[in-house]
């Protein structure tokens, strides 16, 4: 049996995902939505099984990342930011935590 490996990537905001990179993960710093989606289309044919995405990006990008929630890999997972009112990382991980556990339990 063979064993398939992921990588993991951040893709995001340059000032945001600089911590990632300084552990080690592959980063990708994109400022537009054009940018954003080119690179998540890449990374998701390059054998990356967890994108990391900050908050501010994401919101550039709804459909790209509606599209990716369809697929086994690459697991999309948004990074909150301190810079964005909305909570959208938050309110995903709630509603995945309540289609997981039937409830919000957060």
């Known amino acids: 049996m063979t064993t398939k490996t992921y990588k993991i990537a951040v893709v995001g905001n340059r000032d945001l995902i600089l911590p990632f990179h300084m552990i080690g993960f592959q980063t990708f710093p994109v400022i537009e939505a054009q940018e954003a989606r080119k690179t998540l289309r890449q990374l998701a044919k390059a054998n990356f099984g967890i ?10 990008i709804p459909e790209t990342i509606a599209h990716y929630d369809k697929e086994l890999t690459p697991a999309i997972i948004l990074l909150p930011s ?15 935590v309540e289609r997981a556990v039937g409830q919000n339990i957060l």
């Open 82 to 96: 301190y810079k964005q009112k909305e909570r959208l990382a938050l309110t995903r991980l709630q509603e995945r």
């Open 51 to 60: 994108i990391y995405v900050t908050e501010d990006i994401a919101q550039l």
